[in-house]
């Protein structure tokens, strides 16, 4: 007869290590709302969905302090100020607890909302090892009727890269022509070394001849490019998740650790600024991203 009690050792090894993946997965969870790769009102709706999930058993405590600039003792106020007690979790939030915070949170950070009148120009961006070149280089392969600029650039060629196919490769002084003449769209240093730009003629031949023309820069240039054409639909790409990116960066092998320290602090800048774009598209899966962001030209 089994004691309820004391379960056998296997169970309570199972329950062991299904509360340690449930730790982990809410740490995880809070890296995404610290590093803003999930806006906080998401978490909120995932919560509601699924009590059970990583969102619906975060206590709204720690979901709070995740958040950006929110401390402790801000905390506690905004608990106070909302009537929500600190032994609360999100999926265990009252009718009345969950419109006070979904209120506080739209005030706080209001999600991004696609301006009207966009043009065919599409603007991709989005932090550092997001696959914004992998995507672009999927929708040139199978969205024919998309045309892919090619940037002009200072550093040197890879092995395998085509001059005027991937980039047009030009040294200091060419490119400080190239603004001089006002022949660049948009154009950046980008990791404090290399100058990148969008040669101009190009892009606007093809908006003459009606086709759609897509972008893959980074934030500065988006920048740029909207202050330029207000009518450029911006589209920034996340990651699935704040670990993945990391991973994504490590497994690449291309920078040092001190690099990718740099990066990652810059890919958190980046991230912060998603609510300038028109679109959001979450790089879970390459096709799946490309269809999406297509989607958008039509």
């Known amino acids: 007869m089994v004691d309820a009690q ?7 090894i199972a329950a062991s290590q299904k509360a ?27 919560a509601l969905a699924d009590q059970s999930s990583p969102s619906g ?20 106020r905004i608990l106070t100020q909302l009537g929500i007690s600190p032994v609360k979790r999100l999926g265990g939030l009252g009718v009345r607890q969950r419109r006070a915070l979904d209120a506080w949170l739209d005030g706080r950070f209001p999600e991004p909302q696609p301006r009207g ?17 992998t995507v672009a280089a999927h929708i040139k392969a199978h969205h024919p009727e998309i045309l892919l600029s090619v940037s002009a650039t200072t ?33 950046a240093t980008v990791h404090n070394r290399y100058r990148y730009g969008t040669p101009r003629r ?13 972008l893959e820069i980074d934030l500065q240039g988006a920048r740029q490019v909207r202050d330029a054409d207000a009518s450029a639909a911006l589209v920034f790409l996340l990651p699935p998740s704040w670990d993945e990116l990391v991973q994504r960066l490590v497994g690449r092998g291309t920078e040092d650790e001190a690099e ?20 959001r598209v979450v790089n879970d899966d390459v096709a799946r991203a ?8 039509r």
Do not use: M
């Not at 004391?6 to 309570?12: A, F, G, I, K, M």
């Not at 190009?202 to 897509?214: C, D, F, H, S, W």
């Not at 990718?260 to 679109?279: C, K, M, N, S």
């Open 6 to 12: 004391h379960p056998p050792e296997v169970d309570r």
């Open 20 to 46: 340690i993946a449930a730790r982990r997965a809410r740490a995880s969870l809070k890296r995404d709302i610290s590093a803003r790769v999930l806006w906080p009102q998401q978490v909120l709706l995932r």
């Open 57 to 76: 058993t975060l206590r709204v405590t720690e979901f709070l302090t995740a958040l950006p600039a929110i401390g402790e003792g801000k905390r506690d």
């Open 117 to 133: 009148g966009r043009s065919r120009l599409l603007v991709l961006a989005g932090p550092t090892a997001v696959g914004k070149g």
């Open 155 to 187: 550093r040197p060629p890879r092995p395998g890269e085509v001059e005027g196919e991937h980039y047009f490769f030009v040294d200091d002084a060419g490119f400080d022509t190239l603004v001089a003449d006002g022949a660049l769209l948009e154009h």
């Open 202 to 214: 190009p892009i606007e031949q093809a908006l003459e001849q009606g086709r759609t023309v897509l």
């Open 260 to 279: 990718r320290a740099r990066r990652l602090r810059t890919a958190r800048v980046e991230l912060a600024a998603q609510a300038e774009f028109d679109y």
């Open 290 to 297: 490309a269809a999406e962001v297509a989607a958008l030209a």
